[in-house]
């Protein structure tokens, strides 16, 4: 199982956090006030020298899609694919499919070039995810349940039917699945998820089949590494 490490571009230490990772990959987030596309583009491009790919999450992921001045950036940075939030079916995939064809248009780009990471994490979402096929631009599908009413149970049915509806999802869109370990409101005050809690989820998204988990720390990262081991062999994710 491979590892993704959040990063946000324009914070301090931004890029020797990237070159001293041990992560397979990266996903690069950004807020309003830190929407420089240069800090953006110099984090995709960092990981890029390294062979590693880069993802771009723009925004907070609660608040719903991209804005257009959001998107413009992240696009213009060339990152391996835009993680989408609040997927509600096949439809959101052509509309964002759509305004991501007009910026690659815009910018020089090839058409199709910019892909998506498409999260499951609302209740529409998690009820469409059996509508969703094989899509050129559909990189991966993420399991997100934090907006999920009961998704703290840990044998809940809303936790066992949303993870199961993404793998399966998954496999049938042909594209691998990646999990979210947490949001913010149940880590500790410094920001962490408790070390067992963190594993314990890491070995559950093993034993289930995803293909990555996303940490939010070099920590996390070396525990995702301790229980799946450092080489998980080559990326089953598609980047240039």
Known sequence: ?????????????????????????FIVTFSPAAAACEAVADAVALAGE???????????????????????????????????????????????????????????????????VAVIGTPAAVLAAPRLRPHPRLAALAWAPFRLRGWRAPGGDVRRLSRSLTLLAASQAGVPALAFARDGDDALPGGTLPDDV??????????????????????????????????????PFEYP
Do not use: K
């Open 1 to 25: 199982m491979h590892s993704f490490l959040i990063v946000s571009a324009g914070a301090g230490g931004t890029s020797a956090a990237i070159r001293a990772s041990a992560a397979h990959g």
């Open 50 to 116: 390294q062979g590693r790919p880069a993802w771009i999450r723009p925004g907070a992921p609660a608040r719903g899609l991209p804005s257009a001045e959001h998107l413009a950036v992240a696009v213009a940075a060339r990152p391996a694919g835009i993680v989408l939030p609040q997927v509600a079916g096949p439809e959101d995939i052509e509309r964002f499919g759509a305004r991501l064809r007009v910026l690659e248009a815009r910018l020089g780009l090839g058409d199709g070039e910019t892909r998506i």
């Open 198 to 235: 963190f594993r314990r989820r890491c070995r559950q998204a093993l034993e289930e089949g995803f293909d990555a988990m996303v940490a939010e720390s070099e920590a996390e990262v070396r525990a995702i590494h301790a229980i799946c081991g450092p080489d998980a062999g080559p990326l």
